[in-house]
Nanobody
């Protein structure tokens, strides 16, 4: 079994920054690609970013490219999402998810087999 627990969400003003964390426990973390997704009220869950098993490859949604940076620390079983220049449209519940392989970094939600419970990010003045 894999447990994923997100943290770091909160209320931030437009233009501000937040750093989300995802703590993984259970089965091996380092051998799997990971993803961040988000879901705003009334909208479908959407892809934000993904990272390969060793952190050497990343993929970002066009809407966050250049503003968000995803990273991981396999020694600590931790995943991160640094979010800068936040906009009101970034408001959503953010989820981390584990892919079933070390290299899958696709945007489909059904490509990920374990999910955290989410952390709320609200961007508002």
């Amino acid at each position: 079994q894999v447990q994923l627990v997100e943290s770091g969400g909160g209320l931030v003003q437009p233009g501000g920054s937040l750093r989300l964390s995802c703590a993984a426990s259970g089965r091996t973390f380092s051998g799997y690609a990971m993803g961040w997704f988000r879901q705003a009220p009334g909208k479908e869950r959407e892809f934000v970013a993904a990272i390969g098993w060793d952190g050497g490859s990343t993929s970002y949604a066009d809407s966050v490219k250049g503003r968000f940076t995803m990273s991981r620390d396999n020694a600590k079983n931790m995943l991160y999402l640094q979010m800068n220049s936040l906009k009101p449209e970034d408001t959503a519940v953010y989820y981390c998810a584990r892919a079933p392989s070390g290299t899958y970094m696709g945007p489909r939600t059904d490509g990920y087999d374990y999910w955290g419970q989410g952390t709320q990010v609200t961007v508002s003045s």
